[in-house]
């Protein structure tokens, strides 16, 4: 697999841990009423799923396929902006 296309798997486990955490918010809302308690929870497991995301590196440069400049974004690059490597060629990685 390239870099490229795990990162994409990473981007996606993201987005469901996202829905875990609203429906499981929701759920303890109902059920036990508002609690501060269900929040924390869910950010710890959203901060816990997400720390991979500093592994997804470009194989030539080592520059985050996540970040754009000093932002965070939730979609990996495709090409890399430092040294324009296609990271979702087979031997980019």
């Known amino acids: ?7 994409v798997r990473h981007a996606r ?3 469901a841990a996202m829905l875990a955490a609203f429906l499981f918010v929701i759920t303890i809302d109902r059920m036990i009423g508002h609690t501060s308690w ?3 929870a869910a ?10 995301m500093r592994l997804f590196n470009c194989p030539n440069c080592g520059k985050n396929l996540f970040f754009r400049g000093i932002f965070a974004v939730p ?10 490597l296609e990271l979702d060629k087979k031997d980019a990685g």
């Open 38 to 40: 269900a929040f924390a």
């Open 75 to 84: 979609w990996p690059n495709r090409t890399c902006t430092k040294c324009g």
């Open 1 to 7: 697999m390239t870099v490229y296309s795990l990162a």
């Open 43 to 52: 950010i710890i497991m959203l901060v816990l799923v997400n720390a991979r």
């Open 13 to 15: 486990l993201m987005g």
